[in-house]
């Protein structure tokens, strides 16, 4: 019978799990608002898993959730919790962090992922696409507001590596924009 910590865990990438993570999230939602501190979201998708499982199989789409997660657990600090939502989707929660920080924290998680194929020579290249959003301080965002903006600013960062030319993105600006947002379309190294 497993214990209640491996209820909360993630059988394939041993992160958290998504109902874990929203109790984190709304807890940290409402110390933030308490503390007046800011809270900032990453919510990240691996892309192409599908032709990952289909090119090279599904223990290779495994491995590449699993690098997925490797890198995302080293990156994070003590306090930050990180998760499994579903499928290809994670989750970061960076209590005290700004939009700012987070954004390039984004950027360079995803500068990161790119080199997994370092470790991992089978996967070839893999990438992401990340939303961010956050809770300025003072602010009376609940948890649910936090989520459903990093869901559109991912779901916005998914669309823009549709337009020609474009790369995959970080997005951190308006959920629908005309592309004069604060967007990365590269990644720096350092992390925080």
């Given at each position: 019978m497993p214990n209640a910590t491996e209820l909360f865990l993630d059988g394939l990438t041993g992160?958290?799990?998504r109902a874990y993570f929203?109790?984190?999230?709304s807890e940290a939602a409402d110390a933030a608002q308490e503390k007046k501190l800011a809270l900032s979201l990453l919510l990240i998708d691996l892309d192409n898993l599908f032709l990952i499982n289909h090119e090279k199989g599904r223990p290779a789409g495994d491995r590449a959730l699993q690098a997925l997660a490797d890198?995302?657990?080293r990156s994070a600090h003590e306090h930050e919790t990180v998760a499994r939502m579903a499928g290809?989707?994670?989750a970061m929660l960076l209590p005290g962090t700004s939009l700012a920080t987070a954004t390039q924290f984004a950027r360079a998680i995803r500068s990161l992922i790119g080199r997994a194929h370092e470790v991992h020579p089978d996967l070839g290249a893999i990438d992401v696409c990340?939303?961010?959003s956050a809770r300025p301080p003072g602010d009376a965002w609940e948890a649910a507001d936090l989520?459903?903006?990093?869901?559109?600013r991912l779901t916005?960062?998914?669309r823009s590596r549709l337009r020609p030319g474009a790369e995959q993105q970080v997005w951190a600006g308006p959920p629908?924009?005309?592309g004069d947002d604060d967007v990365d379309e590269g990644g720096g190294s350092d992390l925080r």
């Open positions: 992160l958290y799990n929203l109790d984190r999230l890198t995302l657990r290809d989707q994670f990340i939303g961010v989520l459903q903006l990093a869901e559109l916005s960062a998914k629908e924009s005309s």
